[in-house]
C-alpha cells in the first residue's frame, strides 16, 4: 500500500500537506502555500520529484546522534563502521547514493522532436 498525501490548512490560515506512511505515521510536512491550486502544484511536484531524488548528505563529519529520550528500550550498539562515512547513517536507515547518471521515469522531451 502507497503513502497518501493529506491537504489542511494550519494555524496561520495557509494551505499546507503532509506525507503519511502507509501506518499513518508523517514522514513528511509541506512549506506554506497561498492557495490550494499551489497546493496541489507542490503535491504534483513532490510526487514527480520523490522516486528519482538524489540523496546529498550535508551532516558534518563529526554529527552525534541526540540521546534517547527517557524510557526509551536502550539498544545494543552496532558493529563498528568500516569507514566514516558510515557513521552518519542512522541506525537501520540505509540508503545508497547515486554513482551513476540519474535514471529518468520517462522520456526526455527532446527525444520526440528528433524523433519527429
Known amino acids: 500500500m ?3 498525501f493529506e491537504a489542511f490548512v494550519d ?3 495557509f494551505f499546507r500537506f503532509r506525507l503519511l506512511a502507509p501506518d499513518g505515521a508523517v514522514m513528511a510536512v509541506s512549506g506554506p502555500f497561498e492557495d490550494k ?3 496541489a502544484a507542490g ?3 513532490v510526487r514527480e520529484c520523490a522516486g528519482t531524488g ?3 548528505d550535508l551532516c558534518p563529519a563529526g554529527a552525534v546522534a541526540r540521546p534517547a529520550p527517557a524510557g ?3 539498544l545494543a550498539p552496532a558493529a563498528a563502521p568500516a569507514d566514516c562515512e558510515d557513521r552518519r547513517t542512522p541506525a537501520g536507515h540505509t540508503f545508497v547514493l547515486a554513482k551513476g547518471p540519474r535514471r529518468q521515469g520517462t522520456k526526455p522531451r527532446w527525444t520526440t522532436a ?3
Do not use: D, N
Request: proline share 5%; charged share 15%.
Open 2 to 4: 502507497a503513502g497518501k
Open 11 to 13: 494555524q496561520e490560515s
Open 37 to 39: 491550486a499551489a497546493l
Open 43 to 45: 503535491i504534483a511536484a
Open 54 to 56: 538524489l540523496v546529498t
Open 72 to 74: 526509551a528500550p536502550v
Open 114 to 116: 528528433i524523433a519527429r
